[in-house]
């Protein structure tokens, strides 16, 4: 189990849980962050910092949001487990639905 980031990061992206994860497993795509399944150490200091409660235990994703358990692994499947988000940056790989998601705040 790991935790996961949701639907309310789409576009938003504000980084406060980078900033908080003691092993850099969080990485950024284009619209939204996500957490890397196998680097995550499941301390959730990430969690009470999101200021807009995006990021859940996996266990206790809301069944709307049950997709993004799925799409915080897909994210990996090319980019596999580089050992840290700061080594690599923006990473342009968001899952195909994410991409189709309607922009918020436009």
Not at 39 to 66: F, L, R
Request: charged share 30%; aromatic share 10%.
């Amino acid at each position: 189990m790991t935790y996961v980031i949701a639907e309310p990061c789409v576009d938003v992206l504000d980084k406060a849980c980078i900033e908080e994860c003691p092993v850099d497993c969080i990485y950024e795509g284009d619209r939204m962050l996500y957490i890397h399944p196998d680097e995550c150490v499941d301390c959730g200091a990430c969690e009470p910092v999101c200021p807009v409660e995006a990021i859940y235990y996996e266990d206790d994703t809301p069944d709307q949001w049950n997709q993004y358990i799925k799409a915080n692994v897909d994210f990996f499947s090319e980019l596999g487990s580089p050992g840290g988000a700061s080594k690599v940056g923006k990473v342009a790989a968001d899952p195909d639905f994410i991409k189709a998601l309607e922009p918020r705040g436009e």
